[in-house]
């Protein structure tokens, strides 16, 4: 016999919670799932992505409530990442004796590559996303407090520390973004890729604002007074720069990771600024291209993301960096800051896409390839040729974007075989 719902004031109850709902049907698909959540939220066997739908359905938020989230938690980003981003960029100038700033960097993406293969599931799946993302913050926050005193006893320990909470922060606030824009179409009846891509791109705008303030920060600590005395050895700038030789220059008497080019020609003092332009540049293209995806689909964006990446590489092959030509080193920033904005929005939109029914698993794998590649980058920037990276780059880059068109294409391929299933069901029940 079908449950009779108590009518208070046109609304109706749910037995299992004592909600009450205004339309019978949601709370009849709420009811469903929160006894569902009851019989199975205690088993051990549950799936987490499917704990975390039911924590979520518990509760009915409304429109208002998820875009109220969705804010919050891109605030939070911003507010915690100015201040990471602004120490971490000053790593090699504050702690530099005995290399201690990029190697306790490098220790932060060894962590985070280890606890992404175990940790996230296990962590999302018994606490859920909001109680690990403020866990995962407070991670962050010990390593900044640990910079008062760096040693080495304090900074690889908190760099350990920060790693992990990387791992788990990345991957809880990918699922939790996921499920609200899932709920979200759910209430307008929009599609939930076309909701997951605004949502990122909304995210991602809020968080690529933190290299704003971060750089504005960092270059603020490195502005110097100017000299008429210094000699600047441009032949030794630009893609030929080699890490391995001693340079006379001023300008690189406190290097930076980003010294090939900025600091060599312009002075580490003008890193900021140019990073100030990555990230406005990065921030306004992530909110456009999470609105624009709806109209062109997600393979148009990373064929820019392809194009505007692999023509900035070769440019910088061939380019000889000079003072004089102050405003390409804005100009490469800004087509950088295009290609990124696809690949940090839209990537993880389409992990939440495709991954949909285990999307702690997949945004953990996102998580730990993503450190790999950090680890690459550090392991090698002390080392090769500027030319040499460059064309690792390059070739990455293919990689990437062939691999890329294989899941693509596998992905339309099972879609249209969806389709055609379905109409073939809808004809055999029609006759």
């Known amino acids: ?103 306790g960097l490098s220790v932060i993406y060894c962590a985070g590559v280890l606890s992404c293969l175990f940790l996230p599931s296990f962590v999302i799946g018994n606490l859920g996303c909001k109680w690990t993302i403020a866990l995962s913050m407070v991670c962050y926050v010990i390593y900044m407090g640990a910079n008062f005193r760096a040693l080495w006893g304090t900074i690889v320990p908190a760099s350990i520390i920060i790693g992990i909470g990387a791992s788990t922060l990345w991957s809880a606030t990918s699922t939790y973004l996921t499920q609200i824009a899932i709920r979200y179409a759910e209430l307008t009846k929009r599609t939930t890729d076309d909701v997951t891509n605004t949502f990122f791109g909304f995210f991602f705008m809020f968080f690529q604002t933190s290299q704003i303030w971060g750089n504005f920060i960092s270059s603020t600590v490195f502005k110097t007074k100017s000299s008429n005395d210094t000699q600047i050895n441009l032949h030794l700038c630009g893609a030929n720069f080699d890490p391995k030789l001693p340079t006379n220059s001023s300008n690189l008497a406190r290097p930076s990771d980003t010294k090939s080019y900025v600091s ?4 580490i003092q003008n890193i900021g600024k140019v990073m100030i332009c990555f990230g ?24 820019l993301a392809f194009i505007t990446h692999g023509t900035t ?37 389409f992990y939440g ?18 450190s790999v590649g950090f680890i690459i980058a550090f392991a090698w920037s002390g080392f090769l040729v500027t030319y040499v990276k460059l ?41």
């Open 391 to 431: 064309g690792l780059c390059l070739g990455f880059l293919i990689c990437g974007m062939t691999l890329y068109i294989l899941v693509d294409v596998q992905d339309r391929q099972q879609r249209k075989q969806v389709t055609i299933d379905e109409d073939i069901i809808a004809l055999l029940n029609t006759d």
């Open 1 to 103: 016999m079908e449950k009779e719902y108590t009518d208070i004031s046109a609304q109706y109850k749910c037995e299992q919670c004592g909600q009450y709902f205004d339309d019978c049907d949601i709370s009849k698909r709420h009811e469903n799932v929160c006894k569902q959540y009851h019989n199975d939220i205690n088993t051990q066997s549950i799936n987490p992505d499917i704990k975390e739908d039911m924590l979520s359905s518990k509760s009915h938020m409304s429109t208002f409530t998820l875009s109220k989230n969705l804010v919050i938690i891109s605030t939070g980003f911003l507010l915690l990442f100015t201040s990471f981003n602004s120490l971490s960029n000053l790593q090699s100038t504050l702690n530099k004796e005995e290399a201690l700033g990029t190697v």
């Open 264 to 267: 060599c020609a312009l002075g």
């Open 353 to 370: 896409y495709l991954f949909h029914k285990d999307k702690v698993a997949a945004f953990s794998n996102r998580g730990l390839w993503e």
């Open 313 to 349: 590489q070769i440019a910088l092959l061939f380019w000889k960096p000079h003072p004089d030509h102050y405003v390409w080193f804005y100009v490469f920033a800004a087509f950088w800051a295009i290609g990124d904005a696809v690949m940090q929005s839209q990537l993880n939109a």
């Open 280 to 303: 406005a540049v990065n921030a306004v293209c992530s909110f456009v291209f999470g609105r624009l995806v709806r109209t062109t689909g997600h393979t148009p964006l990373f064929v």
